[in-house]
């Protein structure tokens, strides 16, 4: 019993930090199956309840195994195995008598802790997976080492992970990207809320809502003034059934756009499962092979983004020349009837003008002027809805806005067509870049002149002008965003936590830059900076597994050197027993010759109970070397230091 | 392995009361390959002890009473004619069994004592030139009486040295005989007790025992022993090679018992006097030493540091 309980919390205590990053995506049960498995395993050292036998484990296994059937069934994703993972680790600490169990355990722990990555790869698990390998570690030192306090092994672990660094570093380095995510297993991740093929009225003012990070921006000159921070996603120009689509056949755009005064900044987007690249308003090119830039100018990455993913791009914000009149025919297009008044609105505004400047400036007055408001809940539009909207309900959202003044210009025979996007962006003061939300998407319009080819209109601003430099949460009336629920509490230390959140951004987003933007490119670019020109990434595995085996080689016979070492350096060891045996001789406790170390002990022990726990450890170690075959370098440190602070005071 | 261990030796003083280290010894004994010498007084429980290790071991048992007359056939068993098939049939004796209590065996012929002991050593019997292997694990517990010397045939020294360990088991203590006499009868006892170990264990002990380690502190320390009888002018004659290599048994046996993989000068030390008691004589006059004082001269030696 007493054997357990040098290893058993510490194993246990490898796994149960192992385990907290799946928490949240294991079942209930699974998690609740775990905390009852250790928390009696804990509760049995300490009170010294009966184990549950071999036959008793096999059922609890079976039960696992069946209930991991029945929640998953056939579906065996990474969640199952990492459910098994867990069903096995909960039970695995009631089988420890051999030490081969326990380090079986300790390989456990390091395997659940790998497969963190099948979720997820943030800084906060990456910085989380150092701490339980430093953990685990330290359980593994003291499987091998039960003798020594807590706070050496973890010394001893951190010493260890420190003699790794090289390697890590080294593997980092050289080790073979994949393309694609690791174990080439698709990342699983929440729904996550964007821009769809079509704009309808609500398809904007519902992602207001969602906090969620959309993009960052980092620029490399200094930020675009706001009424810049046009984030171009997706351009929508054939109207059908009452709501805006992409047109099917976009073409591409070969040569990239010029234009004066380029910003050029990196993006790093979060994976939003579609195939939208954002830029800001207008993209010089195609950032990546992986992307192509398209006629409407919006740049496309050809497979869905499922993933994080950094690019540069260059943008020119000020003046584009030589644009493009591609799409000019298709963005007058209107269905043959249908919102009466507004045509006659229309109509109206280019009664006496051919001047597209003059009549989008009539349209942005008629917004300015009738009493428009800016909201998230706009009353329901029926038959005619941009009749209902421009003269009855007067209440919308962007999309609203967009949507009525496109179908305006058209109708007033100038062409035009909405994009979606976001405008704005939060910056960070850590880092000096721009976060990009959901809540940040905007939809605006385009129209085409002769004169000075597609050109931004944005008619939200007429209605809400605050929306350019204080975003929708200052635009909008106070309640009509839905506040956080911890908001509530923190709202005494929300700049404090704001800046929290804002550094812990900064923070991750250079370890992405750092980690994520080490690719395969970038691989190959620093291998032949050093010289190395390699055909194939299989040359590169070959030379890498190569290196490992020498490597390995090296360590072991460097592990055969020092296991050999103490063999031939017998005598210290006695020499150092003798020295304790003085020491208590001196304290009155002569050894009788005749007595072996463990009477020896046991005599000390009796007659001085104060010394009990000491005299027994050094004994143990003692005999763990000279007779238990103990070559451990570390148990005779530990045992020459146990010596060396061993001072038997004379009782008075 | 050291709970079990307990466990059995706690079952076992349930009938055998107050002689918990004689039972540990021949539980040792046993796991060791050994064979077990019992020499008491009738009466002392060496009978009980015997029933008692075979039932809780769930052992096979069988008890062979020695006599003066006895012939090796009654041991090891007869061929008899069978008159319908024109043939003759092996009629297995009782050494056929898994614990074998060999009572007074002092007192069978000399040839009779050989085939008995031949047997132990080889693990198998030949009989009429055929070959028929004993089953394992074979264990026998034999009883000499040592004060009545009348028509007896005490065992020449070469044939003490099959028998790993010897023992004397001595009268109770005053409160275990008082436990005894008020108590329950020990024959019910031992009827009700479950065994506690199953059929192949016992062997997969043993086998166990064989691989525990021995560094070579402890060979320096069993050799120091086995030079200070040869050396010393204590002994007639020094430890064979034989019985260093017993004592290393029942050392390891010993050890395994309580829960080491390896053995320490203590577990000789335990299990020394019970091993070289009936294989040394005295120098002066070549009787046995008595066990007080063997182990007055063996403290002469030290334990290596």
Known sequence: MSEQRKYVPALTLALIVAVIPHALQLPLWIVAWCSVMWGYLLASLRFGWPRPNRPVRVVLALIGIAGLLATYSTRLGPEAYIGLLAIMAALKPFESATHRDRMITVFIAYFIIISSLLQTETFAITLYMFFS?????????????????????LKRAGMILGQAVPLMIILFLLFPRMQGSLFGMRQTGRAISGFSEQLSPGSVSSL???????????????????????????????????????????????????????????????????????????????????????????????????RKRRYEMRSYPGDISGRSAWGVDAALKLPAEGNPRTRKLAAHMGRDTGNV??????????????????????????????????????????????????????????????????????????ADYLIIRQSDAHAWVEVWSAKAGWTRVDPTLAVAPARLD??????????????????????????????????????????????HGYSREEQQALLEKLGIYWQSWKGMFTALVFGMILVAGITGLYGVVQFRRPHTRKAPVAKYYEKFCKKLARAGLARPADMGPKDYAAFAADRRPDLREEVKTITDLYIRMRYGGDTHLETRKQFIARVRRFKPKQKS | MNEQFEYIVKQISR?????????????TCLFARGHLLIEDLPGIGKTTLAKVLAKCLGLQFQRLQFTSDMLPGDILGVSIFDQKTGAFHFHRGPIFTQVLLADEINRATPKTQSALLEAMEEGQVTFEGKTRSLEQPFFVIATQNPLEYAGTFPLPESQMDRFLMRIEIGYPGRSAEKRILQGQDP????????????????????????????????????????????????????????????????????????????????????????????RLRSAEDRMEIPRKQLMDVFSEIPVPL
């Open chain 1, 133 to 153: 390998v430093l953990v685990t570690t330290a359980a593994l030192v003291r499987v091998n080492n039960p003798y020594g306090r807590y706070r050496a092994d």
């Open chain 1, 208 to 306: 207001v809502k969602s906090d969620e990070v959309a993009f960052r921006a980092l620029f490399k000159g200094p930020i675009p003034p706001a009424d810049q921070l046009y984030w171009r996603g997706v351009v929508f120009s054939r109207l059908k059934n009452g709501s805006w689509h992409r047109p099917k056949r976009v073409p591409k755009r070969g040569e990239p756009l010029q234009g004066q005064d380029p910003v050029d900044y990196t993006i790093s987007i979060e994976p939003h499962h579609n195939r939208w690249i954002f830029a800001l308003d207008v993209p010089a090119r195609a950032p990546t092979k992986w992307s192509s830039l398209y006629r409407d100018f919006t740049v496309q990455s050809r497979r869905a983004i499922s």
């Open chain 1, 357 to 430: 400047a003059q009549i989008v400036e009539r349209g942005l007055k008629y917004l300015e002027k009738n009493g428009f408001v800016y909201t998230l809940s706009p009353p329901l539009l029926d038959n005619n809805p941009m009749d209902t909207f421009l003269f009855e309900s007067r209440q919308g959202y962007c999309e609203h806005y967009a949507s009525a003044f496109a179908y305006l210009m058209r109708a007033a025979g100038v062409p035009a067509r909405i994009v979606g996007g976001y405008l704005g962006g939060e910056r960070n003061p850590f």
């Open chain 1, 470 to 515: 204080r975003g929708a949460q200052g635009a909008l009336s106070p309640g009509e965003l839905p506040e956080g629920g911890a908001g509530k509490y923190l709202a005494p230390f929300q700049s404090f936590v704001k800046q929290l959140q804002l550094g812990w951004d900064a923070l991750s987003l250079q370890w992405e830059a750092w980690f």
């Open chain 2, 15 to 27: 009938v055998v009361l107050g002689k918990e280290s004689q039972v540990r010894l021949a539980l």
């Open chain 2, 187 to 278: 024959q019910t006892i031992l009827e009700e007790m479950a065994p506690c170990m199953e059929n192949g264990e016992v062997c997969d002990i043993q086998k166990k025992i064989d691989s525990v380690h021995t560094s070579d502190a402890f060979v320096d320390y069993l050799q120091k022993i086995l030079h200070f009888t040869r050396s010393a002018n204590h002994f007639h004659v020094g430890l064979s090679p034989r019985a260093g290599l017993a004592l290393s048994r029942a050392a390891r046996s010993w050890a395994c018992l309580h829960g080491r993989d390896y053995t320490i000068p203590e577990d000789l030390q335990q299990v020394l006097p019970w091993v070289v008691g009936h």
